[in-house]
């Protein structure tokens, strides 16, 4: 499935509803070296604005009702939003995403992939990693 994000990287918002809101916990960075665990919940939407992190790609932030996205993963044909608010399952919720941010991806990720193609047509050097 692709998620609304790949269809439309452009779309700064949009209506749709929750399928599901369970307990969860995100490890973070505190302190410089520590890790913190922040309790909250995994927010399943029926489809999503916000990109979940993968293929080398950071994930976007955004809102849900105006409750901050604090990371977005995939799980199988699913995005878990992690949020520490509890959303409830069937409301119809309104999804906008940070654009500075994802814009700034946007620009990033094209950027690599143009050199990436020059270094391989002029060079013939591979990228292998980011």
């Not at 399928?19 to 973070?28: G, H, I, K």
């Not at 699913?78 to 654009?99: E, I, M, N, Y």
């Not at 990436?116 to 047509?121: G, L, M, P, Q, Y």
Request: proline share 5%; with cysteine; glycine share 8%.
């Amino acid at each position: 499935m692709a998620f609304r994000c790949q269809r439309d990287s452009y779309a700064r918002q949009f209506t749709t509803t929750v399928v599901s809101c369970r307990p969860a916990e995100l490890q973070t960075e505190g302190s410089p070296g520590q890790k913190e665990v922040l309790r909250g919940f995994h927010v399943v939407l029926e489809d999503t604005l916000l990109f979940p992190e993968g293929g080398g790609q950071p994930d976007d932030r955004g809102t849900i009702n105006d409750i901050s996205v604090l990371r977005v993963t995939r799980r199988g044909i699913q995005a878990d939003h992690f949020t520490q608010t509890p959303l409830d399952p069937g409301s119809q919720v309104l999804v906008r995403v940070d654009w500075e941010r994802r814009f700034d991806h946007m620009q990033q990720h094209s950027g690599q992939h143009l050199i990436t193609a020059v270094a391989d047509h002029l060079f013939e050097l591979k990228t292998t990693s980011w």
